[in-house]
């Protein structure tokens, strides 16, 4: 991760570098950072207007339950979570590619399935596939991770050949990707929900390989429910999921896809309140607990959350 300075809310004296992404604020102290997840939400790579209620909360109590419940497979950049919107943890060197996984035929690769293509980031896409089927075996598609604008797709290949990662740790982030997909699907096959895709993101710390950011929140994955998937396949219906495509759809319908031109369109209280609970609906299946909105989720809480934390190493 960078450490280049921009302007941010929180004032730390101990902190070497901050950045603010699209959802998430980190400030760095020397060798460990902080990751704030804010109430703000992206899609298309564009930050909406309006923030959702708890989905803050929600995304890093689930990434830190994750992380936790996958350290078995990979290890991870956590050492504490101080505060319901914060974690704290190992500064990695961040690859320069996000590892997408996806085990079902959904979202930007049906768009692109659909559109003609059965080619996705060098790996062939089977004929005669209907949105939401499952492939045979899950597939990686990796993308590359920029600073601004778009993630752009990347194959495996010209991923060695640009030398972005050295073809032996690729090798090794495949090993840990698909056995990160694995478990994840395990463990929302017991809430009764299917691991439709998700993405991950590795960085190198004292030269060892960590899983770095989130995993698994409704941000960086999509899930569906079990209960009446094959019958709405067959049927060629909607699949009743959780996730944030619904977001991604709603922008689609009115007009907006991120390109150049485009305005978007107006979050009414409603929509904005839609949104929040479907956040929390995500928390409570995911988890089998119910979610607890936090009383102290204000700036001032945050910030005291990691001084205090900063203060007594």
């Not at 939400?41 to 996958?70: C, H, M, R, W």
């Not at 096959?189 to 950011?213: A, C, P, Q, R, W």
């Not at 007009?255 to 929040?276: A, R, W």
């Amino acid at each position: 991760m960078s450490e280049e300075k921009k302007k941010s809310v929180y004032s730390f004296p101990k902190s070497t570098g901050s950045y603010s992404g699209k959802v998430r604020d980190v400030y760095f102290f020397g060798d460990k950072l902080a990751m704030i997840t804010s109430d703000r939400i992206s899609a298309f790579d564009v930050i909406l207007p309006k923030p959702i209620p708890y989905k803050g909360q929600v995304l890093n109590q689930i990434a830190a339950l994750f992380l936790e419940q996958t350290k078995d497979i990979v290890p991870n950049w956590v050492e504490a979570v101080p505060h319901p919107n914060v974690i704290i943890g190992k500064k990695c060197d961040a690859y320069a590619v996000e590892m997408v996984v996806r085990g079902y035929l959904v979202g930007h690769a049906w768009r692109e399935y659909k559109a003609g293509k059965r080619m996705l980031c060098g790996v062939p896409l089977p004929e005669g596939m209907k949105e939401n089927d499952k492939f045979p075996e899950p597939i990686i598609t990796p993308a590359t991770k920029a600073t601004e604008g778009h993630d752009e797709d990347i194959s495996r290949e010209e991923i060695l050949a640009r030398g972005i990662v050295p073809e032996k740790e690729y090798k090794l982030l495949e090993k840990y990707t698909l056995g990160l997909y694995k478990r994840g699907t395990e463990i929302a096959s017991k809430s009764g929900l299917i691991l439709v895709d998700t993405k991950y993101e590795f960085g190198k710390y004292n030269d060892e390989v960590y899983l770095i950011d989130e995993i698994h929140t409704p941000d960086s994955s999509r899930y569906f429910y079990i209960d009446g998937y094959e019958e709405r396949q067959e049927k060629g219906e909607r699949q009743k999921q959780l996730s944030k495509e619904f977001v991604r759809e709603w922008l689609i319908e009115n007009g907006f896809q991120g390109k150049e031109g485009q305005k978007l369109p107006e979050m009414s209280d409603e929509f904005v309140e839609l949104v929040s609970q479907r956040y929390i609906e995500l928390f409570g299946k995911i988890t089998g607990k119910p979610f607890v909105k936090a009383e102290d989720n204000d700036e001032a809480s945050i910030e005291k959350a990691i001084q205090n934390f900063f203060t007594t190493k």
